[in-house]
């Protein structure tokens, strides 16, 4: 039980791609909302001294940075927009995509070296646009939008976009090609350090569950039983993160029975490996945490 009485405010996104899978993270580290169904701007989860906020998730960097909240879950392309100093705690391993310069597919546009200061550049992001031109020595006109930057180009906004992207799909049914990339983002566990210092333990223990939750993704447990007399080749066909566990089994033939965590596209021939080998009573269960 970790003694803290003060309450722990971690912001997750409202809407928009990383909501659910930021929920689902916490509710597989028992973190879930106690009211999934009726959510309000602040829920109470299944812990009584950890509440979650739901926010915009380009307004969560500055609140875990100013101290609303002590925790926080969003994107690396947004702390670095917002600027806000906070500390990333756990890469969460999902929501991926890139920010990239994109040109339209028939100008002559083709790479940064193309680029001049009297062109106009069309953004959701021109802290970082501004950042990664003047790396390149380049001033050009920046246009701030808040959404569907890729038709500006089409619209005669600006010449080129700096915008998210993920495949490029959407680039491309625009007519766009990318000429550079200037992020590569990821979601994060990010918090303060005014809270780290102040709410060190309970802070620690969220960071410790959520990451027990990305480290079981992918990942199975694999149990059965094996007589003794079978039991060397089995063994060497278990991968494992430290080599499998083995006991012994209470019955009339000597058996031991056998654990190991393997990644789950292993699963299907090692199955029939180990059947082949003389695995018994095998079970393939779920991991929700590794910690």
């Known amino acids: 039980m970790i003694g803290v009485e003060m309450k722990l405010k971690i912001a997750v996104p409202s809407k928009g791609r990383i909501s659910n899978p930021s929920l689902d993270i916490l509710e597989k580290a028992g973190l879930g909302l106690k009211d999934n169904n009726n959510r309000k701007l602040i829920s109470k ?11 915009r998730a380009s307004d969560i960097p500055e609140f875990v940075s100013d101290g609303i909240v002590d925790m926080g879950i969003t994107g690396i392309d947004l702390i670095q927009e917002s600027e806000s100093e906070v500390i990333e705690l ?19 546009i083709n790479s940064i070296n ?17 950042k990664y031109l003047r ?7 920046i246009v701030k939008l808040s959404g569907s930057t890729e038709i500006a180009p089409l619209i005669g906004v600006a010449d080129l976009i700096t ?27 990010i918090t ?5 210092k102040s709410k060190k333990q309970l802070i620690e223990a969220v960071n410790r569950s959520i990451k027990g939750v990305i480290d079981a993704f992918g990942k199975k447990l694999i149990m059965m039983n094996v007589k003794s007399k079978d039991l060397e080749e089995v063994r060497k066909l278990m ?5 499998p566990t083995i006991s012994e089994v209470l019955s009339k033939e000597k058996t031991v029975a056998i654990q190991a965590v393997v990644d789950e596209n292993q699963v299907f ?4 490996d180990l059947r082949n080998a003389g695995a018994k009573d095998i079970l393939v269960v779920p991991i929700e945490r590794i910690i």
């Open 239 to 243: 991968p494992s993160m430290e080599g």
């Open 192 to 196: 303060n350090e005014e809270s780290l």
């Open 90 to 108: 756990s890469d969460l391993k999902f929501g991926q995509t890139k920010l990239v310069l994109a040109s339209p597919e028939d100008s002559k």
């Open 45 to 55: 989860t299944h812990n009584k001294n950890i509440d979650v906020m739901f926010a």
């Open 114 to 130: 193309d680029v001049t200061s009297e062109m106009t550049i069309a953004t959701e992001f021109p802290t970082l646009t501004k």
């Open 163 to 189: 915008d998210l992207t993920s495949t490029g799909t959407t680039l491309k049914m625009n007519h766009l090609k990318i000429i550079d990339t200037i992020l590569e983002s990821t979601i994060v566990l």
């Open 269 to 272: 021939e090692l199955v029939n």
């Open 135 to 141: 790396s390149h020595d380049l001033e050009p006109k």
